[in-house]
Nanobody, 123 residues
Framework: QLELVESGGGLVQPGGSLRLSCAVS????????VGWFRQAPGKGREGVSC????????YYPVSVEGRFTMSRDSAKNTVYLQMNGLKPEDTGVYYC????????????????WGQGTQVTVSS
């Protein structure tokens, strides 16, 4: 059974860092595009990274490029999102997801996602 479990969220001050993890079971990561998206209260879903299984590139939106870094550990079937220089506007629930399409904007088309982990950036 496919399952994605995110962890690592929390409360952090502006300028701080967090590292999110997403453990995937029931499927081999290498066969999917994998990404992270977030949703803030009252706002729509926003992709923050997407790693393409096809070309191996990771795509980020301008809003997080240079601050967020996504990585994948195939041996552990786990993906990570290192977030540095966090801003209050980064607050939201972060989800990792699997799908078939990554866009250059950092968005993706996803078929599966986890339950999410809350990230709050506030002083």
């Amino acid at each position: 059974q496919l399952e994605l479990v995110e962890s690592g969220g929390g409360l952090v001050q502006p300028g701080g860092s967090l590292r999110l993890s997403c453990a995937v079971s029931g499927v081999t990561l290498d066969y999917y595009n994998v990404g992270w998206f977030r949703q803030a209260p009252g706002k729509g879903r926003e992709g923050v990274s997407c790693l393409s299984s096809g070309d191996g590139r990771t795509y980020y939106p301008v809003s997080v490029e240079g601050r967020f870094t996504m990585s994948r550990d195939s041996a552990k079937n786990t993906v990570y999102l290192q977030m540095n220089g966090l801003k209050p506007e980064d607050t939201g629930v972060y989800y990792c997801a699997l799908g078939r399409v990554c866009y250059g904007s950092g968005n993706g088309e996803y078929e599966y996602w986890g339950q999410g982990t809350q990230v709050t950036v506030s002083s």
